[in-house]
């Protein structure tokens, strides 16, 4: 398994580098681009896959746009919580489109994630939140994707640049696909012999989206 997502990850990176000298190109706002952002934002739950599968836990997504007056692509504040628990993961995405058919995903970090938490239904979150600026990026935790010929979009990070200190870790791993009705996200940590320490063994989260909403 570990062999084959190499490989995947080596064709990707194969597809992106070979098609632009750099992925600082001016960002686009296309009609795929906005599907995307619209496609990731709303409430998604795990809650069949966790009935079905013991293995999994009933994780709730919440996912809001933010900084619509934006030029530069699209903003998303993320919550990520078990059921019925306050989060235990706070980010930002920003959405571009650098080449046509080509999409990254920046991840940010917020400082003091906690004064936000639960504000993703908040009219005056957009508001509230900090500027861009403000926001601190995870270095090599850049998902980029590509639309899959069925219409949906498929991605990942890149290698071990993702670096991470998790429960043991030296660098997580993600592997997300998004469709119109569900995501389907595949995060794990790898230690510095590159031996799984943490995250989902068999498969990836299945979060099914339940309610589209923004802000």
């Given at each position: 398994?570990?062999?084959?997502?190499?490989?995947?990850?080596?064709?990707?990176?194969?597809?992106?580098f070979?098609?632009?000298?750099?992925?600082?190109?001016?960002?686009?706002?296309?009609?795929?681009?906005?599907?995307?952002?619209?496609?990731?934002?709303?409430?998604?739950s795990?809650?069949?896959?966790?009935?079905?599968?013991?293995?999994?836990?009933?994780?709730?997504?919440?996912?809001?746009?933010?900084?619509?007056n934006?030029?530069?692509?699209?903003?998303?504040?993320?919550?990520?919580?078990?059921?019925?628990?306050?989060?235990y993961?706070?980010?930002?995405?920003?959405?571009?489109?650098?080449?046509?058919?080509?999409f990254?995903?920046?991840?940010?970090?917020?400082?003091?994630?906690?004064a936000?938490?639960?504000?993703?239904g908040?009219?005056?979150?957009?508001?509230?939140?900090?500027?861009?600026?403000?926001?601190?990026?995870?270095p090599?935790?850049?998902?980029?994707?590509?639309k899959?010929?069925?219409?949906?979009?498929?991605?990942?990070?890149?290698?071990?640049?993702?670096?991470?200190?998790?429960?043991?870790?030296?660098?997580?791993?993600?592997?997300?696909?998004?469709m119109?009705d569900?995501?389907i996200?595949?995060?794990r940590?790898?230690?510095?012999?590159?031996?799984?320490?943490?995250?989902?063994?068999?498969?990836?989260y299945i979060?099914?989206?339940?309610?589209?909403?923004?802000?």
């Open positions: 398994m570990k062999k084959l997502f190499t490989i995947a990850i080596l064709i990707l990176s194969t597809i992106w070979s098609g632009c000298c750099t992925l600082t190109c001016a960002p686009e706002t296309s009609t795929d681009l906005e599907q995307l952002a619209d496609w990731m934002t709303g409430f998604f795990s809650l069949e896959q966790s009935q079905n599968d013991p293995q999994f836990f009933d994780i709730h997504l919440h996912m809001t746009r933010i900084w619509n934006q030029k530069d692509g699209y903003w998303i504040y993320v919550e990520q919580a078990v059921a019925g628990k306050d989060p993961r706070q980010r930002v995405y920003h959405l571009t489109e650098p080449m046509p058919g080509r990254i995903s920046k991840v940010y970090e917020i400082e003091n994630p906690e936000f938490a639960g504000a993703w908040n009219a005056n979150f957009a508001i509230n939140l900090s500027s861009p600026e403000d926001l601190i990026e995870r090599g935790c850049t998902i980029y994707l590509i899959e010929s069925d219409g949906n979009y498929r991605g990942s990070t890149h290698e071990a640049d993702c670096k991470s200190s998790l429960r043991g870790a030296a660098y997580a791993t993600s592997q997300v696909r998004v119109a569900k995501l996200s595949w995060d940590g790898y230690d510095a012999n590159d031996k799984q320490v943490w995250g989902a063994i068999k498969s990836g979060f099914d989206k339940l309610e589209n909403y923004g802000i």
